[in-house]
């Protein structure tokens, strides 16, 4: 009976054997592969449908074995003198045996699930005694999940590069609406596998820019929550990142200026056609009006063309200031018309007989007056930007379309000029807003932000002025850069505009040391091991970056964090739908239903899959 109760036994355990090999022979080999951590997500149904599949076999083997046990044929067999029962029992059992050896690649799944599940802890709680393996495992887990979400989202990625390569079937593009009628623009990324720790750690949500269930990254409802600083080397999917955000915000109905140091003509038309897609209008740079605000902005703003103070022009430009304010006694200058005619002829402009004289003064030989020779030299500032002005163009108090989009070449100095102008008016806009108490809603995005500012003024101390003063007057802004050096060359500014309260988003970038650290450090502990061999011996607590530094180096292309409130949310941006804007502009589609209008336009209108700008085929 004992051969038999070993039989029994066998036939159980013999299942467990290939399932335990293949687990032994892995170990933690395969698990700093990305490939390992990918799992689909019917896995737990395989492993379900595996373990009662071998049940199932095990359970009528049992049952036939106890039959025979039963029906005293296990007796007669072994009281039946046969010297060498060895054989018989083979050709009885052998079948059997095989039959659950081989059913034990249904359970190799199963036992890889608690494999990963046994490793993940053990990362978790730093006890893997390799230092640079914990490290290898850790950094596969995060370009599993990456590479996840983007499958999930209809993505392609080469886990070699992390380069976009494509699409799978229809890809989710921007925008999304939630269950909660929020504008999504990016899918949270998830751990592949959790151990039960990690499912009941309590984890801080990122307010206002993901969604109740922490799955998808949103457009917050109020523009005035809309204040983010993105920092991402170029060829990260920054660019498709901002036209998710500006085709949520055009969701909410809100008007948005984008403002395009990159000055590709081509993105400023793409995007022209992604917002009449939408059913949104949109205007390219129809000419800006420069003389718009007050008295004081005007001035402020035509004193910006004048060449910085340096001691021995302090008294034409005083002089120049001078005559502007004194020809505006009673309404600003609305035009480069209305300026000439007001310093050469200011009798009716000005409050009284001194401020007359004061531009009436001749200050040359040749009878050339103050105020003519400030003339002469405005004039000669605004001729390079003549070309993008107009009396009756677009300002951030009154847009002429939904999404007014300035493209600008920070190489050419006039549009250079025009970019820091441009930014100057923003402050005046918001000053003006908070004196009327205006909390309408409106988005700003300025993209390469750093090379509009000119002059004596600071990257950071730009951002940090608007990102203060934005909120305040109910108002969204986004401000991109490259890196965050481009904020400032003082750390003291750099630190002020990257802690000014605003969401702080970055994806890949060399220098990320400076981002890092506002995403905040963990105590963890780190476990020492002997010099060969896997012996643990004592271990310490130390603190470590939350986002490690390495991590955003080597970022996939459209993977982002956005940090904010303490909170952290790793996150993969929505492709944006490619449409053809020649044959966009066509159609002349301006309905208020983006629905409508979506299906107005023929699939033929749709452009194919262009890896390298990272623009997808939309989805219906």
């Known amino acids: ?111 890889l699930s608690i494999h990963r599940r046994r490793v993940a802890t053990m990362v978790r709680n730093r006890r893997v005694s390799d230092v640079l393996t914990q490290t290898r495992i850790e950094q596969a887990r995060k370009r599993a999940a990456d590479m996840v979400s983007a499958r999930r989202i209809g993505v392609n990625l080469d886990p070699r590069t992390g380069r976009i390569t494509g699409t799978n079937g229809r890809p989710v593009t921007s925008p999304m609406t939630t269950t ?148 505006q006694d009673s309404s600003p200058i609305r035009g480069v018309d209305d300026l000439r005619e007001r310093l050469t002829r200011p009798a009716q402009y000005v409050r009284d007989q001194y401020d007359q004289q004061m531009v009436t003064h001749q200050v040359d030989r040749d009878g050339t007056t103050a105020g003519q020779r400030a003339l002469q030299s405005l004039l000669v500032a605004l001729r390079p930007l003549e070309k993008f002005l107009a009396a009756d163009g677009w300002s951030y108090a009154h847009p002429k379309a939904d999404v007014t989009i300035v493209p600008l070449s920070p190489v050419d100095d006039a549009q250079a000029r025009l970019g820091d102008l441009l930014l100057m008016d923003l402050r005046n806009y918001l000053s003006t807003r908070l004196e009327r108490r205006d909390k309408s809603p409106m988005v700003v995005i300025v993209d390469e932000f750093p090379q509009l500012v000119t002059g004596t003024s600071d990257p950071g101390d730009t951002a940090g002025s608007l990102f203060e003063t934005a909120r305040s007057a109910g108002m969204g802004l986004v401000l991109a850069t490259q890196s965050p050096a481009g904020l400032s060359n003082d750390e003291v500014r750099r630190r002020r505009a990257l802690s000014s309260g605003a969401a702080l988003i970055f994806g890949r970038s060399k220098d990320p040391e400076d981002v890092v650290k506002y995403a905040g450090t963990v105590m963890q502990m780190e476990a020492s091991g002997a010099a060969a061999g896997d012996e643990l011996r004592s271990a310490r607590a130390q603190h470590t970056y939350v986002i490690p530094p390495q991590d955003v180096r080597e970022a996939a292309d459209g993977s982002f964090w956005i940090v904010q409130g303490g909170a952290i949310a790793s996150f993969r941006a929505f492709p944006n739908a490619s449409v053809d804007p020649a044959r966009t502009a066509a159609t002349g589609t301006t309905s208020d239903n983006p629905q409508q209008s979506r299906d107005e336009i023929s699939d033929a209108d749709v452009a194919e899959v262009d890896p390298h700008q990272v623009r997808f085929k939309r989805s219906s």
């Open 1 to 111: 009976m004992k051969v038999v109760f070993g039989a029994l036994v066998g036939l159980v355990l013999l299942p467990l054997l290939l399932p335990w090999a293949v687990v032994a022979i892995v170990g933690t080999r395969l698990t700093v592969r990305t490939s390992f951590w990918l799992v689909g997500r019917w896995r737990w149904l395989y492993n379900t449908l595996g373990a009662l599949a071998v049940a199932a076999l095990v359970t009528v083997e049992v049952w036939l074995l106890a039959g025979w046990i039963g029906r005293g044929e296990a007796a007669a067999f072994f009281d039946g003198g046969v010297s060498v029962w060895g054989g018989e029992l083979l050709s009885m059992f052998g079948w059997w045996l095989l039959a659950n050896f081989a059913a034990g690649g249904l359970l190799i799944p199963l036992a």
């Open 180 to 327: 909660g009628g929020a504008q999504a623009f990016g899918f949270v990324s998830r751990a592949t596998v959790k151990n039960i720790a990690e499912r009941f750690y309590d984890v801080r949500q990122v307010r206002d820019w993901v969604d109740e269930a922490g799955r998808l990254a949103v457009l917050p409802r109020s523009s005035s929550s809309v204040r983010a600083l993105l920092i991402a080397e170029s060829g990260t999917g920054k660019t498709v990142l901002l036209n998710g955000l500006i085709l949520c915000a055009l969701v909410y109905k809100w008007p948005i200026v984008f403002i395009d140091a990159k000055g590709d003509p081509a993105d400023a038309e793409a995007l022209a056609a992604l917002a009449k897609v939408h059913g949104r209008t949109a205007d390219i740079s129809g000419g800006w009006d420069f003389f718009n605000g007050t008295a004081d902005q005007v001035t402020a703003k035509l004193m910006r063309l004048m060449p910085a103070p340096d001691g021995a022009n302090q008294h034409y430009l005083d002089e120049i200031r001078g005559v502007l304010q004194a020809v």
